[in-house]
């Protein structure tokens, strides 16, 4: 017998005989928001992200204008309207290192955590490419933005990739000094559609 049986032997006996209790599951599902947008923009804020809350038809000027003259990956299925002038797959590690940023969009953002979660699908590019590049331009179209986690986990695909993102990528020594770009992008900056 292993020691994991061993161990699961003895709960089972400890427990033989004892009346089934009813667990209560009244978990938080939903959040009340008034103001998705502004909860989340001012979340995103607080995690030294920088943030653009745009109309729609703003956005691609904003990517031309935040992006000129940056050497930049482009995720295959990234919405042609915005497309980087010049922008590379971001397929090849020396294509990764070389590159100044990555431009994205994503599968859901959390307006109560100011969280942005990607799970690989189109326009959001492989793990690599977006935590790689020392800047992250990603879009958040309103419509993907909800209240809590819950909320978010019910719009995630468990089996995909999942990379959640709250502000750049930071740490802190010993002696507690902020430090960025560690483990992701040093900045992040963040365009909601609205």
């Known amino acids: 017998m292993s020691a994991?049986?061993?161990?699961l032997a003895r709960v089972r006996r400890a427990v033989e005989g004892a009346p089934?209790?009813?667990?209560?599951?009244g978990?938080?599902?939903t959040v009340r928001v008034a103001d998705l947008v502004g909860l989340f923009a001012e979340?995103?804020?607080?995690?030294r992200a920088v943030v653009h809350v745009l109309p729609s038809a703003e956005v691609p000027g904003k990517?031309?204008?935040?992006v000129a003259g940056r050497r930049m990956?482009?995720?295959?299925?990234?919405?042609?309207?915005?497309?980087?002038?010049g922008g590379v797959a971001g397929g090849t590690v020396a294509e990764l290192d070389g590159a100044d940023g990555v431009v994205t969009g994503c599968a859901v953002a959390i307006a109560e955590t100011g969280t942005i979660v990607l799970d690989a699908g189109p326009g959001q590019g492989r793990r690599a490419q977006t935590l790689v590049p020392d800047y992250h331009l990603c879009v958040v179209r309103a419509d993907q933005?909800?209240?809590?986690?819950?909320?978010?986990v019910a719009r995630l695909d468990p089996v995909r990739p999942l990379t959640w993102i709250s502000g750049p990528s930071a740490t802190s020594d010993i002696e507690l000094n902020r430090v960025e770009g560690v483990h992701g992008p040093r900045t992040?900056?963040?365009?909601?559609?609205?």
């Open 63 to 66: 990517i031309a204008e935040l």
């Open 145 to 152: 933005i909800v209240a809590g986690v819950p909320e978010a």
């Open 27 to 29: 978990y938080r599902t």
């Open 43 to 47: 979340r995103v804020d607080d995690y």
């Open 73 to 85: 990956v482009v995720p295959d299925g990234l919405p042609p309207e915005w497309q980087v002038p």
């Open 4 to 7: 994991r049986d061993e161990i």
């Open 20 to 25: 089934e209790v009813a667990i209560p599951r």
């Open 188 to 194: 992040l900056e963040v365009i909601i559609s609205t």
